[in-house]
């Protein structure tokens, strides 16, 4: 059985949104038992009469934007920190989830869940959708550090190939440096240095600029967290305001209106394609517990499979291949 823990506060929609998703989780998955962190008086309505969930009381929530030192000082009692205590300290839970504060869920994971022995530096990561059907790239650090050294990137190049292989299912996976060119010396100084430290490794496939990260190619692609959080800005805006020119093109007349009608079976798979909410959220690799943080916004699709996506992992022994893996080392 696969538990994970859930907080389940903190998100721009509110709990009720986010129970829709989780409960349809629940639904699909008969091998997992969740425990709940939140509001106790407004979760316990929404889970009456539910299997395999557990409610545990929690008095503050963390807002979005929270300093390391606020959050350990102020938000002790909040969902999202009980969750991750929880989680650090109780050995039959597999993993936690949160849609709530970046900055506080990652500060949690760091100091209540722990590092795996080796990690130099967790990585934030998220997989994107590619140009090739059904295969997906993993890119971190997307903003967990703004500055990252070489050793490093590194570290995110191994932890990022292992998952490669344990969730993407990748026989030898590549790994690429996220850089402004493709030559040898391109790039930030800690790209350069970590550049040399991968030359020799059969799994490093070199550089990769942005506009071709997502060409289907590649499966996992390191960078410091400022450009790569600005990659994942970027690629989110873009396919909004791709979705948005589309749509007002198509309605600019009657013409171009019967041409969406023969149009839409493609555009609506583009659209599934494009939506950010369909990958689940970002990962924290290199803490001891699997752990996922689902956009601030997410709806309850958005929420079914960042639940999903902790559930995967747990299932494909990504913690402990990490652990044995850096062992090694």
């Not at 873009?238 to 009657?254: D, I, R, S």
């Not at 555009?267 to 956009?295: F, I, P, Q």
Request: proline share 4%.
């Amino acid at each position: 059985m696969v538990k994970l823990a859930i907080d389940l506060m903190g998100s721009d929609l509110g709990p009720e949104e986010l129970s829709k998703g989780l409960k349809d989780f629940l639904s699909e998955t008969p091998d997992c038992q969740v425990e709940v962190f939140g509001d106790e008086k407004a979760l316990q309505p929404l889970f009456a009469g539910a299997d395999r969930v557990s409610i545990h009381p929690a008095d503050t929530v963390v807002p979005m934007e929270v300093s390391p030192f606020e959050f350990l000082r102020k938000y002790r009692t909040s969902s999202m920190f009980l969750a991750c205590q929880t989680a650090g300290k109780d050995t039959s839970i597999d993993g936690v989830v949160s849609s709530g504060s970046t900055g506080g869920f990652l500060t949690a994971c760091h100091t209540l869940v722990g590092r795996i022995p080796g990690v130099v530096r967790e990585g934030l990561a998220a997989p994107f959708i590619t140009a090739k059907p059904g295969h997906q790239t993993l890119i971190l650090d997307i903003g967990a550090s703004n500055y990252c050294t070489a050793e490093e990137l590194v570290c995110f190049a191994r932890i990022g190939k292992i998952y490669a292989s344990r969730v993407f299912h990748r026989t030898d996976p590549k790994v690429f440096l996220l850089s402004n060119g493709l030559e040898e010396g391109k790039g930030l100084k800690e790209t350069v240095e970590a550049y040399q430290l991968l030359k020799g490794d059969p799994s490093f496939g070199g550089l990769s600029e942005a506009r071709d990260a997502l060409d289907g190619t590649k499966d996992v692609i390191v960078t410091t967290g400022y450009p790569g959080n600005i990659f994942l800005k970027g690629t989110e805006g873009t396919a909004e305001l791709m979705m948005g020119m589309l749509k007002k093109a198509f309605t600019k007349n009657l013409r171009t209106k019967i041409g969406y009608l023969l149009a839409k079976p493609g555009l609506k798979e583009m659209k599934r394609n494009l939506d950010y909410r369909a990958t689940g959220g970002a990962v924290l690799l290199g803490v001891k517990k699997v752990a996922v943080k689902s956009h601030g916004n997410s709806n309850a699709y958005a929420f079914l499979n960042a639940v999903r996506l902790a559930y995967n992992m747990v299932k494909a022994g990504l913690v402990k291949g990490l652990e044995e893996e850096l062992a090694q080392r």
